[in-house]
């Protein structure tokens, strides 16, 4: 039997609440995600208040392989991420000497002002992940992945940290175009061959361009034979209706 192997992502910032800051990185890191074999089961995003971010924290990593976060590893007051990663895993949190080498590898000393030493507090026992960007890093505890919110920096860690994850089997996907065919007219026939093969997800998705109405079935499992099987029934029943509204 093929692992399963989990992960929830937690963007945490007042900015993707407000709206002040429209979020990049859910897209990227769910394709990335499902690329490598991992399904990416929940996503929260949450305010720059600790009580809440601890308990999301604490739900979410006892829940799945792996919790990823974004966002709150910067300089400023409101960035407390790390502090709330600490109180999540009960340890003590200060700067790490390996964290403030980094730093001073892009800052003179009279620049690495306390604002910016607060980016070099780590929690106890947490390993680092580097920032070939920024230099300010990350970190990882248990199995949560704290990484910057920024999309190019996060985009880089994501990288440095992909070789270290467990992976299972990679999702396989099948996309058929419902030409010609509304929705309403698929529908029922569509439900049953869900029902009827419980190993794959199913879903229609319905988009409009400037040449019209255009609806795709996606058809996605692991089991090879079993995404093979769900297409090739869904392709019967579009092809049958589309013989039944063949004019005489």
Known sequence: ???SVTAALLIIGDEILTGRTKDKNIGYIAEYLTGIGIDLREVRVVPDVEEEIVAAVNALRGRYTYLFTTGGIGPTHDDITA???AKAFNVGIG????????????YQPHEL????LRMARIPEGADLIENPISKAPGFRIGNVFVMAGVPSIMQAMLDIIAP??????RMIIETIEAEGLAEGIYAEGLGRIASSNAGVSIGSYP???TSGFRN?????????DAVAGAAAAVRELLGRLKGDRAPL
Do not use: W
């Open 216 to 224: 795709q079935i996606v058809v996605r499992g692991k089991d090879p």
């Open 164 to 169: 270290s994850l467990q992976t299972g089997a």
């Open 1 to 3: 039997m093929a692992i």
């Open 207 to 209: 988009s409009f361009s």
């Open 83 to 85: 502090d709330c990663i």
């Open 95 to 106: 700067h790490d000497p390996r964290a403030v080498a980094m730093l001073q590898e892009r």
């Open 113 to 116: 002002n306390e604002a910016r």
